[in-house]
């Protein structure tokens, strides 16, 4: 049984899955993956990952959707959640919709946010911050 911490990788473009899969295995971390929201919280009810890493605009059910079935879940709310997203504010500024993210009130603010394309040093800090 391996001891690497646990990643689900959520994201509805292949190319860009595989990429944060071949990142995080090299960076020593076992990951999982779903194409879209719906199949992401039957996985992480699953697979129980250490950490999720999510898209935002996907079909099926949106990230945003399932963000908020996670923090709405008593087994899941406490998993740390990081928001990797082409969407972004005028000018590819991330800022715009980080803030509208973490400010919904029916919701806290997720544990982390990178837009596309992340900045892999940045990306890999913030988790190895979450994950201890």
């Known amino acids: ?3 690497a911490r646990k990643i689900l990788v959520v994201d509805d473009e292949p190319d860009v899955r595989t ?3 071949m990142i995080l295995k090299d960076a020593g971390y076992e990951t999982v993956s779903a194409e879209n929201g719906r199949e992401a919280f039957a996985m992480a009810q699953s697979d129980k990952p250490d950490l999720i ?3 935002i605009t996907m079909p099926e059910e949106s ?3 399932c963000y908020r079935n996670l923090r709405e879940d008593a087994a ?6 990081v928001i990797v997203t082409a969407v972004t504010g005028t000018g590819g500024d991330p800022d715009p919709f ?8 029916q919701v806290p603010a997720p ?6 394309p992340i900045d892999v040093e940045a990306f890999l800090g913030k988790l190895g ?3 201890g």
């Open 63 to 65: 990230g945003i959707r």
């Open 19 to 21: 990429y944060l899969e």
């Open 111 to 116: 544990e982390g946010f990178f837009s596309k």
């Open 1 to 3: 049984m391996s001891d």
């Open 98 to 105: 980080e803030q509208f993210i973490s400010s919904r009130p």
């Open 53 to 55: 890493c999510l898209d």
């Open 129 to 131: 911050e979450l994950l």
């Open 76 to 81: 899941l709310k406490s998993v740390p959640v």
